[in-house]
């Protein structure tokens, strides 16, 4: 009979916030499975368990999650844990997941502590509809695009941000996304806690004047607006930017894609109202 994969949610700072299910099945599995074994050490050593750990990360991913499915095929129970938080957000331990449920191995989550959440729930921010993103691509080309495909989206976007990216990502978001509410979260239930509300600019420029720049970062913005009705007659708006330059066909296709209508609804319907 197989045994079992727990999906362990550990603290993101404070050591107290682990729930008591999770320091007993983290006593009791034959294996640990950390991204860190030194900082699971941390924890473990804390709350006086002394299971055997196995490091799992991104780098032995899949040479590692093999090597577990077949101990835990072989009846072992085994705990997957992260640095912080709950695993695979973010983190490592998809693919472990994904072999231990197509090898017929029980996949348990073990809820708790989330950056995203915690964050979420102290900004302000709406929280009927949210998006979750993780960290931006380091590179601005790249940063610039995934902002760019967020910026209609009518839910608070929820990002990470390491702390030598925040500014050039604060930069980003005010020129892509505008002057929309923003909320920095940094090193969420460790001493140093603090949120910084504003504008991405202005909070950007509170980062900036200071001596360093330290600690984990999670950035909320707020949703897009919906832009107003544009009630102009369609020919009037036709108009507008044929003098403006621009070609009619081109000036047709623009009015199209901002009324959501055919190019050929806009050409009859302007024609009408001459």
Do not use: W
């Not at 995934?146 to 910026?151: F, S």
């Not at 009324?259 to 050409?267: A, F, P, Q, T, W």
Request: net charge neutral.
């Amino acid at each position: 009979m197989p045994g079992r994969l727990y999906v362990v949610a550990t603290p993101i700072g404070n050591l107290e916030d682990i729930t008591y299910r999770a320091v007993r099945v983290l006593g009791e599995v034959e294996l640990i499975a950390c991204e860190d074994t030194r900082q699971t050490r941390k924890l473990l050593d804390h709350y006086g368990i002394s299971r055997p750990t196995i490091s799992y990360h991104e780098h032995n991913e899949a040479q590692r999650a093999a090597e577990l499915v077949d101990r835990m095929r072989a009846g072992a129970s085994l705990a997957l844990v992260s640095d912080a938080g709950m695993p695979l957000v973010s983190d490592p331990g998809y693919r472990l997941v994904r072999a231990a449920i197509e090898a017929g191995v029980p996949v348990e989550p073990l809820p708790g502590p989330s950056a995203a959440l915690a964050a979420l729930a102290a900004a302000g921010l709406p929280t009927d509809h949210f998006h979750f993103a993780g960290f931006l691509p380091p590179k601005s080309g790249q940063r610039s695009k995934a902002l760019e495909a967020l910026k209609n989206e009518s839910a608070t976007l929820i990002f990470y941000e390491a702390p030598h990216r925040v500014l050039e990502t604060l930069e980003a978001i005010a020129l892509l996304l505008g002057p929309r509410p923003v909320v920095v979260a940094r090193e969420l239930t460790k001493v140093h806690e603090e949120f910084l509300r504003g504008t991405a600019a202005e909070i950007r420029a509170q980062l900036a004047a200071r001596a360093s720049i330290k600690g984990e970062f999670t950035l909320l913005v707020g949703k897009a607006v919906a832009p107003a009705p544009d009630d102009t007659p369609i020919g009037d708006a036709v108009e507008e930017l044929v003098r403006g330059g621009v070609a009619r066909m081109d000036a047709i296709k623009q009015v199209a894609r901002r009324r959501g209508l055919s190019k050929r609804e806009v050409y009859d319907l302007a024609l009408r109202e001459r």
